[in-house]
Structures are given as structure tokens and as C-alpha cells.
């Protein structure tokens, strides 16, 4: 069974650029998790779907950020424009249903010049 | 709103020696307990979980955790550690009143030198 794939994997940008991530879950994950990793710490959530409607997201910064899960299956995140802070790594994660083990992606490591 | 503390955020070890890493949450409900392992440009792997039961869980790669509620603590543990267990380590924590929302520690770098 093939896991949580994300796309890229590193992206370097300057400040003021737009940057997208893209995530793949887990063939019948109903659940879609966007988390991010600053340097040092532990992951926290940014947003997560049931299919494709966004039922927490109140960690997101909607400012400058914004993600879809059109389809239900892949989710797109993206940050227009990035600041400096926005350095980190944006980890996927997917379960089978809200109350199903949590399957982590590889991350994409972004980094705002 | 519910947190964990790993208290150590660097554990040096040599290889073959025992290891704890410790872990801390407040919640006054109950929770659901996680020990989660990440290589170096890796996402996170889940090593065990404690939901409800035997307060000692057996995990992957001889990890071992034990959930004590009256010290809000789920240490893990390993008797002898190899140089592959260089990582990180996240303990996590789901209240569960608040569907599958995990809560993350800051994480402990265990490093096993030879």
C-alpha cells in the first residue's frame, strides 16, 4: 500500500512569492490533515477535511493561506504571499475516518528568503 | 486547551544502554496517548499508541511506553538502544472530546553515540 506522497519535497523561494504544496493520502482516506513543522518543535495542525470540506480550520492563517480538497482526494495548500516566518515544513497526514491512526507524508521543507 | 511537555529536548545515550524519554500532557478528560518517531528528512512514523487497557504498550523497534494517569506521564522506554534510534521523537496527545486532533510535544533528539 503506497503511503502519503507530497510534492516537492524542498521549495525555495524569496518573500512576497506564492508557493504550493500538493498531498496525496492514502487510497480511501476520508481524512486529510495539513500540519506544520516549525524548526525544533512539534507539528501543529493548520486543517483538516472530512472528504472535502474543511471541518477545523481554525489554525489556519487566512490571511495568506489557503487549501482544497476539490475532489476529496488530494489536497492543494498554498501560501500567497510568504513572509519569512513561513520557513518550515508542511507535513500531510491522512486516516481512514476522524478516529483512524494518523499516516504522515514526508513533508515539503519550505524556505522564505 | 491541552499541551505536552517533553522535558528533555536532547537525550545523548551510548549504544547498548537503556533510554527513557519522558512525557508530560494536562488534560483533566481523558485522552488518547501517541510516541511518534521522525528521521532526519522524514515524516512521522507512529512507534505505539495507548487508548484504553494495559497501561504498558508495546511499540515497534522494542519501544515500550507506560500511561500513568495519576502523574499525567507516558515515558518511553527502550532497555538497549542502537545508532539506527538516532531521531526525533514526538509525544501526542488527543483529547477525546475533541475528535482526532493531535497535540504535539516539542519533541526529544535521542542521540545513541558508539
Known amino acids: 500500500e503506497a503511503g502519503v506522497v507530497q510534492s516537492p519535497r524542498y521549495k525555495i523561494i524569496e518573500k512576497k512569492q506564492p508557493v504550493a504544496f500538493w498531498c496525496n493520502p492514502i487510497?480511501?482516506?476520508?481524512?486529510l490533515y495539513w500540519y506544520r513543522q516549525n524548526l525544533g518543535q512539534g507539528p501543529e495542525l493548520l486543517i483538516r477535511?472530512?472528504?472535502?470540506?474543511?471541518?477545523?480550520d481554525s489554525q489556519l492563517p487566512k490571511d495568506r493561506f489557503s487549501a482544497e480538497r476539490l475532489k476529496g482526494v488530494d489536497s492543494t495548500l498554498k501560501i500567497q504571499p510568504a513572509e519569512l516566518g513561513d520557513s518550515a515544513v508542511y507535513l500531510c497526514?491522512?486516516?481512514?475516518?476522524?478516529?483512524?491512526?494518523?499516516?504522515f507524508g514526508p513533508g515539503t521543507r519550505l524556505t522564505v528568503l | 486547551a491541552q499541551s505536552v511537555t517533553q522535558l528533555d529536548s536532547q537525550v545523548p545515550v551510548f549504544e547498548e544502554a537503556p533510554v527513557e524519554l519522558r512525557c508530560n500532557y494536562s488534560?483533566?478528560?481523558?485522552?488518547?496517548l501517541f510516541w511518534y518517531v521522525q528521521y532526519p528528512n522524514q515524516g512521522l512514523q507512529l512507534l505505539l499508541k495507548?487508548?484504553?487497557?494495559?497501561?504498558l504498550v508495546k511499540g515497534i523497534n522494542g519501544f515500550e511506553a507506560e500511561f500513568n494517569k495519576s502523574q499525567t506521564s507516558f515515558h518511553l522506554r527502550k532497555p538497549s538502544v542502537h545508532i539506527s534510534d538516532t531521531a526525533e521523537y514526538f509525544c501526542?496527545?488527543?483529547?477525546?472530546?475533541?475528535?482526532?486532533?493531535?497535540?504535539f510535544g516539542g519533541g526529544t533528539r535521542l542521540m545513541v553515540k558508539p
Open positions: 495507548y487508548l484504553s487497557g494495559s497501561t
Open positions: 497526514a491522512s486516516s481512514r475516518d476522524y478516529k483512524g491512526e494518523q499516516f
Open positions: 487510497s480511501g482516506h476520508n481524512t
Open positions: 488534560s483533566s478528560v481523558s485522552v488518547y
Open positions: 501526542a496527545v488527543i483529547n477525546n472530546n475533541a475528535g482526532n486532533m493531535l497535540t
Open positions: 477535511y472530512e472528504n472535502e470540506e474543511a471541518v477545523d
